[in-house]
């Protein structure tokens, strides 16, 4: 094999001396030929006759000694190169739009690709990686889906699970960071010691967590996130061994993560399991032996060697058999592990898999439109290739000429595409940073690059395999025949031409269509009703640091004092605070009991969504209630417990009667039932587009028990009468006022906070328009290219018909007639296809139906109408042309 | 008319060149002269065809070349077998002896 390449480069390289040792080695032999015939007496004259008689043609010889050797594969390669160069010099026109098409398809797919890339197929950046599951639980009721667990359902794992190396749990904290500059509200997780084990990873500096740091007492340790490190502690590598004050305590560093770790995040992850949108500290979580508490623990799991999928599967059978011998009120649960490559991948895949489908649709119409040009021109060139053809070119080497010419310009393209890729990610990632995971690793690598270069590679086979073969399926003698005249090619090839327009213009429609749909669900999530009114709403979130604010009862009191500073401030037109305001997170749920509607069988038990509110939150979040009273001043503690429900509520428990007055209540029998007083309009939670579900809401101010960890932290909403730049100062005194140490989070509009809800929807519909619109352009240029030269084609034809008598508006009519009977082809394949192809999109569209009948015809009109728009330029030449001079040029 | 050579059949020239190579590296005229000598002026290689084969034969590394001084003091190409070649030039002699058997067997049963 090496050999064989040596011998080749050397003869192509070293031609000269290769030719001359040839030639060298034949006269060695020619000359002792001739000895040999003079030593049996012959002439000079006849010894040499016979020597080369007997020796054949010598440049026969010498041209299969050459094939031999293996240049002539290499020298044709270069000969074609060197031609297809230079008939692209001379024919600029064609180049560029080609190369243009091409560079728009490649780069568009190399774009697409590497999001694929980045989000999909690269491992993530822990060396664990591809052996680390996520452990869920789930429960009896169907429709809740994923849950995470309890401390106490983790220690039971922990004890009996068998097929895991490492295990480790985790959730979120809030640490109020003071003593570094101003006083910080952090995002971080407490996690167990196995946390950093399972996932292999190690820190850029110091240490992890110890078994012995993860108990009571010890705790007050803490690894900071790179980018905390950085921006807080001037990326001091001395920082290892420092104490820092978190919630009033001080920890003492113990390291650093590497930049590239920042597990947890929300990403891929669903949101019943809450956690910072980046995590930038890790605390021992320091589980008692026997922990209790609410299901809000992550759990991951590194599998032990050759350990599987199915091991672990049995592993929590068992685990649940043991949970259920403990704790016997919870049946029918059970648990489910889901690698974590998968888990943080799944928001983003399917959006990706219809950007992938939108761009393979793109590079196949630009692959049709190349070829369509391309074929074209071979015809233009029928006579160059009809000639040489005469002249002895067999028909494999005009192809593989064609083909290099093709693979030229498809690597021209490629080239461009690469340069026009790198641009577009950058507009995608300047647009779309935050909704797509992992979009910052985007970027050319050697699997990128690799991509590029097989998509390049096969473009340029099936723009050019197409027209080589068409142009030259010729016979010889009709078309020297045919001699000078114009017309001529190949009947094949106008067929091939039509046909490609065809496949251009329905692939376009495909893509239209999905663009529109996506555009009217995004029209469908503006208008649908979100169930509040968010202009001129502030948002914010006030946590409040645990050891100082313990019992409920003062939590809410403090809320209170907020929110009546808060009131007082002169542009403030209401106020309010709740567990989570629209589009600030999943609210918190459990099952609840109604003595009037006991459910069916025992085992099916109601569940809701459960927040608490304050007083004036719905009037300040602008949701209307639907019957009875809003909670005011007076429902405290003392008073009678009372509860609003939401409109889902009302109709899914309370079906055909009136709520207000019935008595609902958690689950737990020993907390009293409250009194349903009013029904609010159903507020969409986490997005626009998804179903409320039934919850109640229950005034701050009566919650009857001590410790509730969800009080901690309340969102506040507050609409101001006119548009007033100064209210975040104006709401972070009055915040100040009450307790200077209180750091406010998450400050922002609700505008904003819609906006960056539909951040996901926004990206799709703007990549997949830009696809859409992308594609149309190529196929009406397509379109554009192929009847204006078929205009050029029958000019003696149309010559004739005038001087016969046909009128200017009949010629009009003949040429637009010509290529709308292609577009109206390409529309009735594109809407066959189209209705097969959104059937997969359903679950990307919010109210509007996968084969909805007004985009279909909007869509139809639409391309025919491009179609004709790119035929109007053709048809007006033909019917300005003067009959006289076209006759007289035949 | 009874021409006493024979043609090569088909794939035996590389066999032949490779088998006289096998006792001392050769010049090309000198290949066919021995090849020509040895069967006893039957088979005879057409020149023409002779230096393709040399040079393919070359190509997959089987034999290689070298120049060198002929015995009438001429610079000639001598090619000699490689360790490769011997190897091929057993596998080939083989699969020759196994055809020639074969054939044989058919011819005479019938």
């Not at chain 1, 779309?432 to 590679?457: C, M, N, Y």
């Not at chain 1, 197409?466 to 067929?495: C, D, I, V």
């Not at chain 1, 079906?655 to 737990?668: A, F, S, T």
């Not at chain 1, 190529?778 to 034809?797: D, T």
């Amino acid at each position: 094999m090496f050999n064989d390449l040596r011998i080749r480069l050397r003869s192509f390289f070293r031609k000269a001396t290769a030719e001359a040792e040839l030639k060298d080695e034949l006269r060695f032999h020619l000359d002792s030929e001739i000895e040999k015939y003079k030593r049996t007496g012959m002439s000079d004259e006849e010894a040499k006759r016979c020597a080369r008689l007997a020796f054949g043609g010598e440049e026969q010889v010498k041209q299969d000694c050459r094939d031999a050797r293996g240049t002539r594969m290499v020298e044709t390669v270069i000969q074609d190169l060197h031609y297809g160069l230079r008939s692209m010099r001379k024919n600029p026109g064609f180049f560029a739009i080609a190369s243009l098409t091409l560079a728009l398809g490649i780069g568009a797919s190399i774009a697409v690709f590497s999001l694929v890339n980045a989000i999909l197929l690269k491992p993530l950046p822990y060396p664990n990686a591809g052996q680390v599951v996520m452990v869920w639980r789930q429960g009896p009721l169907a429709g809740i889906g994923d849950m995470p667990f309890s401390p106490g359902e983790y220690s039971i794992l922990a004890r009996s699970a068998t097929t895991f190396q490492n295990l480790g749990a985790f959730k979120k904290d809030s640490f109020n960071l003071t003593g570094v500059g101003d006083a910080e509200l952090l995002e971080g997780v407490r996690v167990t010691a196995g946390f950093f084990p399972t996932l292999g990873v190690t820190p850029g500096l110091g240490r992890t967590f110890t078994e012995k740091e993860d108990q009571a007492g010890r705790e007050h340790v803490v690894v900071l996130s790179n980018r905390l490190w950085r921006s807080r502690f001037g990326a001091d590598p001395g920082i290892v061994g420092k104490t820092v004050h978190l919630n009033g305590s001080s920890y003492s560093v113990i390291g650093v993560m590497p930049p590239s770790f920042l597990f947890p995040n929300q990403e891929g992850i669903p949101p019943i399991l809450d956690l910072p949108r980046e995590t930038q500290l890790w605390v021992p979580l320091a589980l008692p032996a026997n922990p209790r508490g609410a299901n809000e623990l992550g759990v991951i799991g590194q599998l032990k060697p050759g350990g599987s999928l199915a091991g672990v599967e049995q592993d929590l059978k068992i685990f649940e058999a043991v949970r259920e011998r403990q704790i016997p009120q919870e049946k029918g649960w059970s648990s489910r592990a889901v690698p974590l490559m998968r888990q943080t991948a799944s928001d983003a895949r399917l959006p990706l898999l219809l950007l992938l489908g939108a761009v393979s649709v793109v590079l196949l119409v630009a692959c049709a439109n190349v070829a369509g040009l391309t074929l074209n021109r071979s015809l233009g060139r029928h006579r160059e290739l009809t000639l040489r053809g005469a002249l002895g070119a067999v028909r494999s080497r005009i192809v593989q000429q064609l083909m290099t010419e093709s693979l030229i310009l498809a690597f021209i393209g490629g080239g461009l595409g690469i340069l026009l890729a790198e641009v577009s990610l950058l507009v995608v990632r300047h647009f779309a940073s935050g909704a797509i995971p992992h979009l910052h690793e985007t970027g050319l690598d050697l699997r990128v690059i690799a991509f590029a270069a097989g998509v390049t590679l096969a473009t340029g086979l099936l723009f050019g395999l197409a027209p080589a073969m068409g142009a030259t399926r010729m016979n010889m003698a009709e078309a020297l025949k045919a001699g000078g005249q114009r017309s001529g090619g190949s009947s094949t090839a106008p067929k091939m031409r039509n046909a490609l327009i065809i496949v251009q213009v329905a692939m376009a429609m495909v893509l239209v269509i999905a663009a529109g749909l996506l555009v009217r669900t995004f029209y469908s999530m503006l208008r649908a009703d979100s169930g509040f009114d968010a202009t001129r709403v502030v948002t914010f979130e006030l946590p409040l640091p645990a050891p100082k604010y313990a019992d409920t009862a003062r939590m809410a009191d403090l809320y209170r004092q907020v929110l009546l500073r808060l009131q007082s401030i002169p542009s403030v037109r209401g106020a309010g605070f709740a567990s989570v305001v629209p589009m600030g997170g999943a609210p918190d749920g459990t099952v609840i009991r109604m003595p009037e509607h006991p459910p069916a069988n025992s085992s099916e038990k109601p569940f809701a969504n459960y927040a608490f509110i304050s007083p004036g939150y719905f009037a300040a979040i602008g949701a209307p209630l639907l019957r009875g009273r809003d909670v005011n001043d007076a429902d405290t503690l003392n008073a009678v417990p009372v509860t609003i429900i939401n409109a889902a509520m009302a109709r899914k428990f309370f079906p055909g009667e009136d709520p207000i007055g019935k008595q609902v209540g958690v689950g737990l029998t020993r907390i009293p039932l409250r009194t349903i007083v009013g029904v609010v309009a159903d507020t969409k939670q986490a997005s626009l587009r998804e179903q409320s579900d039934p919850e109640m809401f229950v005034p701050a101010m009566q919650n009857e028990i001590k410790t509730w960890p969800s009080m901690q932290t309340m969102q506040f909403a507050v609409r101001t009468k006119i548009d007033d730049a100064s209210i975040a100062e104006s709401v972070r005194q009055a915040v100040h006022t009450v307790d200077s140490d209180l750091p406010v989070a998450k400050f922002s509009t609700l505008t904003t906070l819609v906006d960056i809800s539909m951040t996901a929807d926004r990206f799709s519909v703007i990549l997949v328009g830009a696809l859409g619109a992308l594609a149309l352009i190529l196929a009406s240029v397509g379109m554009y290219g192929v009847i204006s030269y078929s205009v050029l084609q029958r000019m003696p034809e149309i010559g004739l018909r005038m001087a016969l008598g046909a009128k200017r508006s009949q010629i009009f009519a003949m040429i637009l007639s010509n290529g709308g009977r292609l577009a109206i082809a390409g529309v009735a394949i594109g809407l066959i296809a189209g209705l097969a192809a959104t059937r997969l999109m359903a679950r990307f569209l919010y109210g509007v139906q996968p084969t909805d009948p007004f985009t279909f015809a909007a869509v139809s009109f639409l391309l025919i109408l491009v179609a004709l728009l790119a035929c109007y330029l053709p048809a007006r030449r033909a019917m300005k042309l003067d009959p006289m001079i076209v006759l007289r040029y035949e | 008319m009874t021409d006493p050579h024979i043609d090569l059949p088909q794939g035996t020239l590389d066999l032949l060149i490779l088998r006289t190579l096998a006792l001392e590296p050769q010049h090309g005229w000198a290949i066919s002269e021995r090849v020509q000598q040895i069967s006893s002026d039957v088979l005879r290689i057409q020149q023409g065809s002779l230096y393709p084969a040399l040079h393919r034969l070359e190509r997959r590394g089987w034999i290689k070349a070298a120049w060198g001084t002929s015995e009438n003091n001429r610079r000639a190409k001598y090619y000699e077998l490689t360790r490769s070649g011997k190897k091929q030039l057993e596998v080939e002699t083989e699969s020759w002896r196994k055809l020639t058997v074969a054939v044989a067997q058919i011819l005479e049963s019938m």
